[in-house]
């Protein structure tokens, strides 16, 4: 006897394509989103969100007083030397004691670019920004660590263009 009741037997081809086709979606998203998280990087390491895990060995900085090069024009440079027990508060601030205008002559630092000295709206002040008053906003000592994130960037300079007074 024919089986005229079971339902899939009143569906049409096409219908049943598009069953097909949706469940394919579904299987392939959900096995997707379970590959996705293992994929970005770990930046709360193993220890579970709500335990408190043991703190990781500080890196030592790159302190060879090499002043490197600069990634994009605009780059804060990075800082070459030690800056461990330097105060950088309200009240004092030792990096001014040697990268300000006025006292570059005896520290033999790099000034703080004529940027520093600006207002928001280009407009120059006699003394330093406050909006770059708290230098390690922006410039920070570096170490010698494996990446988090793997960096594919190259530097303009090696995308084949030539430089002007080069030839
Ligand atoms: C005792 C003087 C002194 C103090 C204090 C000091 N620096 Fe420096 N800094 C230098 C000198 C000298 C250089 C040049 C490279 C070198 O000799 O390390 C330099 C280089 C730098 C550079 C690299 C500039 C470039 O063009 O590559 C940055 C950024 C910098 N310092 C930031 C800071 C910050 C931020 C502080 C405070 C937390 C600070 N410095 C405190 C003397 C000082
Ligand atoms: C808001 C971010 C910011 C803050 C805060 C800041 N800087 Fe910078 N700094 C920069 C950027 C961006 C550059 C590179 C472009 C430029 O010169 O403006 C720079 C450049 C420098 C340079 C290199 C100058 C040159 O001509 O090579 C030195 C030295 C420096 N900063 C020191 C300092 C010190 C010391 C402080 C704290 C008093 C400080 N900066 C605060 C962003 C900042």
């Excluded at 086709?21 to 390491?45: K, R, W, Y």
């Excluded at 969100?49 to 600069?70: C, F, H, I, N, Y």
């Excluded at 010698?144 to 960096?151: D, Q």
Aim: charged share 20%; with cysteine; aromatic share 8%.
């Amino acid at each position: 006897m024919r089986r005229q009741d079971s339902s899939y037997r009143h569906l049409r081809r096409p219908e049943w394509i598009t069953i097909a086709a949706a469940i394919v979606v579904f299987v392939a998203t959900a096995a997707i989103g379970q590959v996705v998280p293992q994929m970005v990087p770990q930046l709360e390491g193993p220890t579970p969100s709500m335990e408190t895990g043991a703190a990781g060995v500080l890196p030592k900085w790159v302190t060879d007083d090499q002043r490197k090069m600069r990634a994009y024009p605009d780059q804060p440079p990075i800082i070459p030397h030690s800056i461990e027990g330097y105060e950088l508060s309200v009240n004092a601030n030792r990096c001014l004691s040697c990268h300000k205008r006025e006292f570059t002559q005896d520290s033999g630092a790099p000034m703080i670019s004529v940027t520093h000295y600006m207002t928001r709206d280009g407009q120059m002040i006699a003394d330093v920004s406050p909006r770059r008053y708290f230098c390690t906003a922006c410039h920070v000592p570096q170490a010698n660590t494996p990446p988090l994130v793997r960096n594919r960037f190259k530097d303009m300079s090696d995308l084949g263009f030539k430089p002007a007074g080069s030839e």
